[in-house]
């Protein structure tokens, strides 16, 4: 019999890649979506579609009842908002409830991953003489970072001893990705832009290689709440990924840097813009603080020895793939 498995934010960037693997991977794959989730991508790889109402403990049990998952993962959550309240509510507040459900309910659940961020932890300074690791200090720079670090504290102060996995990725890439996709459609114009002219030290995973340590986290993680940072393990410097770019696709772009000041103000002009609208843009005054950070490297050695954690895409391996499928698919 297939081990059962619920993944929420199954209709999303990371969702999609997850919910490919653990089909190939042979689990019956249950996929949580909104009703409204445009879900044709995934419809090969799932068994079953599900519609939790995160807003209750008592429906979600009922949910998790009725089909007895032995894993969830949870990899819905808001990356941005129009509040820091809305980000409150659904990544720390619906994620408790799912957690409350899933730990009363009379199922044999065998561990439950949180995806989470290294937004939680915050970038370090340049000249750090080490890198970041699990026990670093909570220094989030965004309303994102905070409401993942207040999900972090609150699942290790009610379950602290429950069979749960926290995996902190860095910047996540890859095919149907949308956020660095604007920076690749802007290199693909020609334009090679830079906010200052600090150095910094960037960190990426390959979608497909967070996939896998996530279902790693399920069947080879073990004992009570762990956490683990999430890199390809490299340091890659500010120009690394437009420099892969203009290789792959053989195209050249005009390199420029652009003023903090003037970021700044571009950023709230986007910002008073779109005051009234229900989007939001890719561009936002505390966005700057996160693109502009430092220093984003990670220690990976904790996933490396308790999950078995081997990443398989470097930042050209991993691009190249990326291009060429963005490419074919004619997002550029």
């Known amino acids: 019999m297939k081990s059962k498995v619920l993944i929420t934010g199954a209709s999303g960037f990371v969702g999609f890649h997850l919910t490919e693997l653990a089909a190939l991977s042979q689990f019956e794959v249950h996929a949580a979506v909104r009703k409204s989730s445009k879900v044709e991508d995934i419809e090969p790889f799932v068994d079953k579609f599900v519609y939790p109402n995160f807003e209750s ?13 032995d894993y969830i993962i949870h990899a819905a959550a808001l990356t941005r908002a129009k509040s820091e309240d809305e980000l409150i509510k659904v ?41 970041i690791d699990e026990s670093n200090a909570y220094k989030p720079v965004t309303a994102y970072g905070r409401s993942k670090r207040q999900a972090e504290e609150a699942i290790l102060a009610e379950f602290a001893h429950a069979p749960i996995s926290i995996i902190r990725p860095t910047a996540v890439y890859g095919p ?30 390959y979608v497909k290689d967070l996939a896998q340590v996530i279902l790693n986290a399920c069947l080879l993680d073990n004992g009570p709440a762990q956490i683990y940072n999430i890199t390809d393990g490299n340091s890659y410097g500010r120009y690394e990924m437009a420099d892969i ?13 652009l003023p903090l000041w003037l970021v700044k103000k571009v950023a709230q002009g986007f910002e008073f813009a779109y005051r009234n609208s229900a989007n939001i843009p890719v561009l936002y005054p505390e966005r700057l603080n996160e693109l502009t950070a430092e220093n984003w490297i990670c220690n990976i050695d904790k996933a490396k020895e308790r999950l078995n954690f081997k990443p398989n895409f470097d930042l050209k391996a991993g691009l190249s793939e990326t291009l060429n499928w963005y490419k074919k698919n004619k997002w550029l």
Request: proline share 3%; net charge positive.
């Open 91 to 131: 990544n720390v507040g619906y994620s408790l409830n799912l957690l409350r459900a899933a730990f009363s309910a009379a199922i044999n659940l065998k561990r439950f991953i949180f995806v989470g961020s290294l937004a939680a932890i915050g970038p370090i300074a340049f000249n750090a003489s080490l890198p």
């Open 245 to 257: 770019f203009q290789a792959v696709l053989a195209k050249k772009a005009f390199r420029i840097h």
């Open 176 to 205: 149907k990705e949308k956020d660095l996709y604007v920076l690749f459609k802007t290199l693909n114009a020609g334009l090679d832009a830079y906010i200052g002219d600090n150095p910094q030290k960037l960190s990426f995973i």
């Open 57 to 69: 403990v008592a429906d979600l049990k009922a949910l998790l009842e009725l089909h007895k998952y």
